[in-house]
């Protein structure tokens, strides 16, 4: 698959929040977390990408077979709705995964049914909504997501997530944030699922406006990069084959 062409991104959110009315939320996401996100995906990489943003209230949740087969890079944010996200959806997300699709799960995304699946895990953590500062740190400064991102990157008021962590070892730890009241967090995770990669990043809370950020939108950017299928799709299988079929050019 050519790197020159446009990233095809996704950005889903559940937008219940925003559809509730929440002043707060609103008072920083007028339009949805999904806009400002990809608002910033669009500032950060210009004509490097083409974004399209899904709702939990699309039909389908706006994740269909046809959307996911055209998706390289899906951003998914969920928060207090994920018992609402379809057994079906849930599945075909993991799949186009495994078959290569990237996706950066965001904040209390590590409870969606989708990254549960993917981890095999819990995903539950410590917590706390203080308002108080997070300072992102870089511990590794080498991978494509780190680059160009302040060490640390300063985010003055955010919500709490501390250890331990129900997931897997990561493949890579990328970020790992510390909190004013002492704890610590493993923040940016990224993963290969079958052909497809998976980059968990938790700053992000609804109640902030952190997605305005400008280092955060920086690492999001990276992480779209980064995760973008970089091989044709084509979903694992265990299929049998004759006795030296490799010798034969048989796939």
Known sequence: MSTTTPIRIRVWNEFVHESRGDAVVLGHYPDGIHAVIAAGLEESLGDAVSVSTATLQDPEHGLTEEVLANTDVLFW?????????????????????????????????????????????SCALKWRNDGERELVWTVLPDHPIAQGVPHPIVIDRQEMYGEQFDIPRPDEEVFLSTFAGGEVFRSGVAYHRGRGRVFYFSPGDQEYPVYHHPDIRRVLANAAEWARPTIERTPPTADQHPRDWFLNAQG
């Open 77 to 121: 944010w969920g928060h207090i709705a994920h018992d609402q996200v379809s057994d079906e959806v849930v599945e075909r997300v993991v799949r186009h995964v495994h078959a290569g699709m990237g996706i950066v799960v965001l904040h209390s995304g590590h409870y969606s049914r989708v990254f549960q699946r993917l981890m095999g895990t």
